[in-house]
């Protein structure tokens, strides 16, 4: 079941624990924590979504097992924690420093700005098709990048550091190619002016900012994981 709460604005004055216990529960209007902490609980996999402004000088955390969504851009100075549990962001929160632990996930659903990220071992972040984090500070830690392809041959590349071909294989679905267990993966070579096609054994370290040519085997997404690239690049190679 779904509960839903008034679209008035709501002021927290001490240590706030939300358990959305019988189902999903929508808060419609502004929250200001003033300086208090929210703590997010439930083992249940229900979902808190935050519909209004999340602002004020607390902190925010989830503790377990709960997914809690944020739909409006966040004015929250304070800092954001993921212990646990899922945070969806279809909204900016562009004045908090977001850490991401073991066993949590922060999946980044529209084009996002964040004042710092953090994300330790054991940790997730997805990014999804089409879609962009923006860090205005400092970013550590590892990511997933997601883009939708056809079955046809696209170009794309890694916006990450420290990708390889073994978890490209791995995490990904290419179309087979012609002969020497190539696959639907390749770099452009200048120096022969040819796809140099990698196989289903390649372990090549994939550069950031070079492009490259894909073709999936069935409609799906390509994925890039690896660390938070804090590099400008002004062309692709």
Do not use: C
Not at 7 to 22: L, M, W
Not at 157 to 179: C, D, K, L, Q, Y
């Amino acid at each position: 079941s779904t509960q839903s709460r008034s679209s008035a604005a709501s002021d927290v004055y001490k240590r706030q624990e939300i358990n959305p216990v019988n189902g999903s529960l929508t808060l419609g209007g502004n929250i200001n924590n003033n300086s208090n902490n929210i703590q997010v609980y439930g083992d249940n996999g229900h979902t808190l979504t935050i519909g209004g402004v999340l602002s004020g000088s607390g902190n925010l955390s989830i503790e377990q097992n709960s997914t809690v969504v944020i739909d409006s851009d966040a004015t929250m100075s304070g800092s954001t924690t993921l212990n646990a549990g899922t945070l969806q962001l279809n909204a900016s929160m562009s004045d908090s420093e977001v850490t991401v632990n073991n066993g949590a996930t922060l999946q980044i659903s529209e084009n996002v700005t964040l004042s710092s990220l953090t994300v330790n071992s054991g940790g997730t972040v997805t990014i999804a098709s089409g879609k962009s984090l923006i860090i205005n500070g400092t970013a550590t830690g590892d990511v997933t990048y997601n883009q939708t392809l056809g079955t046809n041959w696209y170009l794309v590349s890694s916006p990450v550091s420290g990708e390889t071909m073994t978890n490209m294989r791995t995490n990904n679905s290419f179309a087979n190619g012609t002969g020497g267990s190539r696959i639907g993966f390749a770099p452009y070579t200048t120096s022969n002016d040819l796809w140099n096609f990698f196989t289903s054994s390649s372990t090549d370290v994939l550069p950031s900012g070079t492009g490259y040519s894909a073709k999936l085997s069935a409609d799906g997404d390509i994925s890039f994981s690896g660390e938070i690239n804090t590099v400008s690049y002004t062309h692709l190679t």
